[in-house]
């Protein structure tokens, strides 16, 4: 069966450090990959996915980017964390192509200082 | 363009009656559409889909959803609540283009369910 990881499950950082999530699913390949972050608890706003190693979509533009370097590996990462930027950060994959459903994973909640 | 609508920030509704949270949509093409359940600080989970076929879709936990085209809806249904319904819901259509494959979700509906 399918499992997708996220780490760590919490982190606390302060503003202007470095950041780096990472994603990774098993059991699966070639997945379409997904970064969300959900502020407040309600709306989840899309930041970035991915159909390929190397081939990363963004959204909206932002302080954040991502990278692909594995094909289910996923990573988030900034160089210079905002107080904006606090958040909680789910990850999802699924089936590329057909009419799957979305899977995510347990999040990382993150806040900045 | 491609939208989802929860018109309810909150649903409350006592344990054991029906419960009901709407969802309307706007695409272009035939619609895909899907409901996620989210509890405090964890993942969203998938509860069902609808792609093609019966109108009325059934889920996990004993949800079900009815599509309804001429009024753009799927409404997630419940016919008896329970207290551990209670958590965040969410309604999200599949967008697709020649350079892009995504879910569109809603805002979000909170349902809380009263003993």
């Known amino acids: 069966s399918q499992t997708i990881h996220q780490w760590p499950a919490t982190l606390v950082q302060p503003v202007g450090s470095p950041l780096s999530l990472e994603c990774t699913v098993e059991?699966?390949?070639?997945?379409?990959l997904y970064w969300y972050r959900q502020a407040a608890g309600r709306g989840l706003q899309l930041l970035f996915y991915?159909?390929?190693?190397?081939?990363i979509s963004s959204e909206v533009p932002q302080n954040l980017s991502a990278s692909r370097p594995q094909d289910r590996q996923f990573i988030l990462s900034s160089k210079k964390l905002l107080l904006s930027d606090s958040g909680f950060y789910l990850c999802?994959?699924?089936?590329?192509?057909?009419?799957?459903?979305?899977?995510f994973g347990p999040g990382t909640r993150l806040t900045v200082l | 363009a491609q939208s989802v609508a929860q018109p309810e920030d909150q649903v409350n509704v006592a344990e054991g009656n029906p419960l009901t949270v709407k969802c309307t949509y706007s695409v272009s093409g035939n619609p895909y559409l899907f409901w996620y359940v989210q509890y405090p600080n964890r993942g969203l989970q998938f509860l069902l889909k609808?792609?093609?076929?019966?109108?009325l879709v059934k889920g996990s936990y004993g949800f079900e959803a009815e599509f309804n085209k001429s009024q753009t809806s799927f409404h997630l249904k419940k016919p008896s609540a329970l207290v551990s319904d209670s958590a965040l819901y969410f309604c999200a259509v599949r967008f697709r283009s020649y350079n892009t494959d995504k879910l569109i979700f809603g805002t979000g509906t909170r349902l809380q369910v009263f003993p």
């Open positions: 991915s159909v390929g190693i190397g081939q």
């Open positions: 999802a994959w699924r089936v590329r192509g057909g009419l799957n459903e979305q899977f």
């Open positions: 609808y792609i093609t076929g019966d109108n």
């Open positions: 059991g699966t390949s070639n997945p379409n």
